[in-house]
């Protein structure tokens, strides 16, 4: 009987055995793909959440260098890899980095047999990305859009409702409620002053150097107390990867950049062209004009093009920049502005009362400019503008940034005051060292 | 005694027949109650797989559009399977960008596009921009034609909706998604139109979308499963 006691008792063990061995091979693949679900969420989390934290790092400027600039964190293009909430981040980019365009990262969140990867553009903040930037305070008593980045030293003061900002506000705004904001920063980096980036005796050695400086009133230029430029009389064409200017058919030579410094105020004047039907695919040369006195405007600006180029204009006052009643009543400045005179000796950008008609071309371009630009979805600001348009009121709308060391003073007639950056890469304009995140960039692996 | 009897040699077979068959029996019920068991478990095992594979699609699916002031004015989400012409709880579709965006200009019947990438026939653009009149439109479009000639690409458009004349602007490749809950199936409409079943047997399907979150909530017997994905 003890045979039997026996059997039946290791047939009962087998079957327990079988059975527990069963279950637990269904408990684990039952618990294993809800802990996929949760642990790939993770590490997706991780992954978005050290993208940031590596930008957050970089721009708090802690280290010195910054995060991304100093090679003790990488090997190569990757990013030595490091813990974040269990997981460990490695990162690597496409190429060596870039401070004027877009640097491709691939970065990798894993925990154990789980990940998540995704890849992301990073890119050095520049000035030109700024529509407005000016190192004082700004009373701003107009109903603005802001499209693209914005920087004031201390705050913005608002005096009326409707001021529209789509990108990122480095600045204190009051009162808040007449801003209306599509993108929102907690992070407010401590930008340099624009003399700090980039010192006006740099401009001027430049120019003498490689590009051309203007001295000593060059009766070419020289008008009464000032410099002229008269941007149509000015014909740009390359020789063997040199620039062969010639100004008034007077042939200025070849030179290596195309920067022209003068040595006293300057007045800059360009008539309105045609609007062309299609978008150039012709390359991209900026042209920089640098007064080292005031730069007064009396005149739309746009982009000049040569037989073989387009030329976006870059002027930089060494004092302030004016725009003088002779402009069009509706104007817009499609170039980069920059003054570097501070406020005590009298810089910043002057509006001054007045302005002059439209032709037809200049109404035609401002209308094409609308359309084509962010007024479009903004379509209370699109009617203001056209209604200002119509009414013959004055408006000024910056399409390529303005840069200032001192404040901007519209005038009493201005009824529109719009900022735009530029979509221009000024190879001469140094990177900010903070880094940015391109939107619309990241994309799941 | 030595040996044993017959009584008890018939009495020993029967009871190691017994212990076989009642150990068969044992066998057989404890696997058809593991079947029970796993059949009980396999439905949310198979609703977390397709859960993951659906947000995997959807999760940041309308990124490359914040890239382009007109793109990202453009609905990406759609109660339906027709642009949002009808409201339904049953069907919903949005867009996948597959390209960075580019500019257009229209010149009669043409539209010019830069010269890269090339656009081939069959290919669907998601433009957005202004019309002759100065306002913001948007609309989807397949290219007909392409002629690669010339300083840029000129393409000839069948547009997907009858919002008025695209002018100029911007525009990218795209695809269109759908899903579709009938007959307790989960559909997937492809870009090409085509349905094939996604997950099959839900009890319940529903979901909401509000800014750009969209929440699935699916039912499978006792099984809930409910998920959140930023679009």
Redesign the interface.
């Known amino acids: 009987m003890k045979g039997?006691a026996i059997?039946?008792s290791l047939?009962f063990l087998l079957?327990m055995t079988?059975?527990g061995f069963?279950?637990l091979l269904?408990a684990s693949?039952?618990y294993s793909?809800?802990r996929?679900?949760f642990e790939?969420e993770n590490a997706?989390i991780a992954c978005e959440a050290a993208a940031h934290w590596i930008v957050a790092q970089h721009n708090a400027g802690i280290t010195t260098p910054p995060y991304l600039f100093d090679p003790g964190n990488w090997n190569g293009t990757a990013l030595r890899s490091f813990q974040w909430n269990s997981h460990t981040i490695s990162a690597t980019f496409e190429a060596p980095w870039t401070s004027t365009g877009i640097n491709r990262l691939t970065l990798t969140a894993r925990k154990g047999t789980f990940l998540a990867s995704q890849t992301l553009e990073l890119r050095q903040i520049r000035l030109e990305n700024f529509a407005f930037f000016s190192t004082q305070p700004q009373v701003l008593p107009y109903a603005s859009l802001f499209?693209g980045t914005v920087f004031a030293r201390s705050t913005i003061e608002l005096q009326r409702p409707s001021v529209r900002f789509?990108e990122f506000v480095y600045a204190g705004v009051q009162p808040e409620y007449y801003a209306s904001f599509r993108k929102r920063t907690l992070q407010a980096p401590e930008f340099p002053n624009p003399e700090q980036l980039m010192p006006p005796a740099i401009l001027e050695e430049k120019a003498r150097e490689t590009g051309i400086a203007v001295i000593n009133r060059d009766s070419l230029f020289w008008e009464n107390d000032h410099y002229r430029l008269d941007l149509d009389q000015l014909a740009i064409d390359t020789i063997n990867g040199l620039w062969h200017l010639q100004y008034k058919a007077k042939d200025l030579g070849l030179h290596r950049s195309l920067i022209l410094w003068f040595d006293a105020d300057l007045r800059l004047r360009l008539t309105e062209r045609p609007v062309s039907?299609?978008?150039s695919?012709k390359l991209r040369d900026p042209l920089y004009v640098v007064s080292l006195g005031n730069l007064q405007i009396d005149s739309n600006l746009s982009p000049l093009e040569s037989a073989s180029r387009i030329h976006p204009l870059c002027a930089i006052a060494g004092n302030a920049i004016h725009l003088l009643a002779s402009i069009p009543r509706a104007c817009h400045l499609d170039a980069c502005l920059i003054a570097f005179g501070s406020g005590d000796a009298g810089g910043g950008l002057k509006i001054e009362a007045g302005g002059r008609d439209l032709t037809a071309p200049e109404r035609e371009q401002f209308?094409f400019a609308?359309?084509?630009?962010?007024f479009?979805?903004e379509?209370e600001k699109?009617q203001t503008l056209l209604y200002a348009l119509n009414a013959g009121e004055k408006t000024v709308w910056f399409r390529g940034g303005v840069i200032l060391n001192a404040s901007l003073q519209g005038s009493s007639d201005l009824s529109q005051l719009h900022f735009g950056s530029s979509e221009e890469v000024y190879s001469l304009l140094p990177s900010l060292s903070f880094v940015y995140i391109?939107?619309?960039?990241?994309?799941?692996q | 005694m030595k040996g044993f009897s017959l009584l008890e040699f018939v009495i020993a077979a029967h009871l190691c027949l017994l212990i076989l068959i009642a150990g068969y029996s044992v066998l057989d019920r404890e696997k058809d109650f593991l079947a029970k068991m796993s059949g009980w478990t396999r439905p949310e095992q198979e609703s977390n797989y397709r859960l993951l594979l659906l947000r995997n699609l959807l999760q940041d699916s309308s990124q490359q559009l914040k890239r382009n002031a007109f793109l990202q004015s453009v609905p990406f989400f759609f109660n339906d399977l027709d642009f949002g012409k009808e409201q339904r709880n049953d069907a919903f579709s949005f867009v996948r960008p597959l390209s960075s965006p580019v500019w257009f200009r229209r010149e009669g019947f043409w539209y010019h596009v830069p010269k890269s990438p090339l656009w081939k026939g069959g290919t669907t653009l998601l433009m957005a921009g202004s019309d002759a009149a100065g306002r913001f439109q948007w609309n989807f479009a397949r290219v007909l034609l392409d002629d690669p000639g010339g300083s840029t690409q000129r393409v000839k458009l069948k547009f997907f909706l009858s919002h008025p004349e695209l002018d100029s602007g911007s525009l990218l490749q795209a695809e269109l998604h759908g899903f579709l809950w009938k007959n307790k199936t989960l559909y997937w409409v492809s870009p090409s139109g085509s349905l094939s079943p996604y997950f099959g047997s839900l009890d319940e399907f529903s979901y909401t979308f509000s800014g750009s979150q969209l929440m699935i909530s699916w039912r499978i017997a006792e099984i809930t499963a409910e998920f959140r994905s930023t679009l």
Request: without cysteine; proline residues 5%.
């Open positions: 039997f059997v039946a047939l079957i079988l059975f069963s279950v269904m693949g039952h793909s809800s996929g679900l790939k997706r499209d789509r039907p299609l978008p695919s209308l609308i359309r084509n630009s962010a479009l979805v379509d699109k391109v939107e619309g960039s990241r994309q799941w």
